[in-house]
């Protein structure tokens, strides 16, 4: 497997040309990797979006993270800046094998995946999210915003209730807590 990791999207990558004629505007409710991932998907896109954080600010919890070469290759789909802020943390393992380990018995590996020299590279989760919050923009996001409820709002849009009684409505929202609509 080639550890060749990519730095520019796809071609064929959606783009819309102004954000202004956007059909649509989309509501991130949750800050962390995967939140941000998509808020800058969108921005590099020219798609209108909020992001709704929890905490007064962006802050990870956990030791460390690990990509392989494929979800490298993810990252530079969503935006080239993406996989270059992974790429100022990340370090290789130590290890060009990715393992799969029977965690619930034995803790042996059950299985090993060569991936090339250095191949899987690994960072701690705080830095890597600390790189990745700078290419969000800080006016589309809004922190102290616990998620209350999501509800169906008139004309197909989406309502969504913080717990601080704000609400807000959007066309679009996802969220790691609430089932989709």
Not at 3 to 11: D, G, L, S, V, Y
Not at 14 to 37: E, N, Q
Not at 131 to 144: H, N, R, Y
Request: with cysteine; hydrophobic share 35%.
């Amino acid at each position: 497997m080639s550890t060749n990791r990519p730095t520019k999207p796809p071609a064929e990558s959606l783009t819309m040309s102004d954000s202004s004629t956007c059909p649509f505007h989309v509501a991130i409710i949750g800050g962390g990797i995967t939140g941000l991932s998509l808020a800058i998907a969108l921005h590099a896109r020219s798609i209108p979006f909020t992001l709704y954080e929890r905490s007064p600010g962006f802050g990870e919890i956990g030791a460390g993270i690990g990509f392989s070469p494929n979800a490298e290759a993810a990252m530079a789909g969503i935006d080239s800046r993406l996989l270059e802020a992974y790429s100022r943390v990340a370090n290789p393992n130590g290890d060009d094998y990715f393992k799969w380990v029977d965690g619930y018995r034995t803790g042996e590996v059950m299985f090993k995946l060569y991936l090339g020299k250095d191949g899987f590279r690994a960072c701690k989760r705080a830095e890597f999210l600390e790189e990745v919050a700078k290419l969000v923009p800080k006016e589309k996001v809004k922190f102290g915003k616990q998620l209350r409820d999501i509800q169906k709002a008139e004309g197909g849009r989406v309502r969504t209730l913080f717990d601080d009684g704000t609400t807000a409505e959007t066309d679009v929202g996802t969220s790691y807590f609430a089932s989709p609509l």
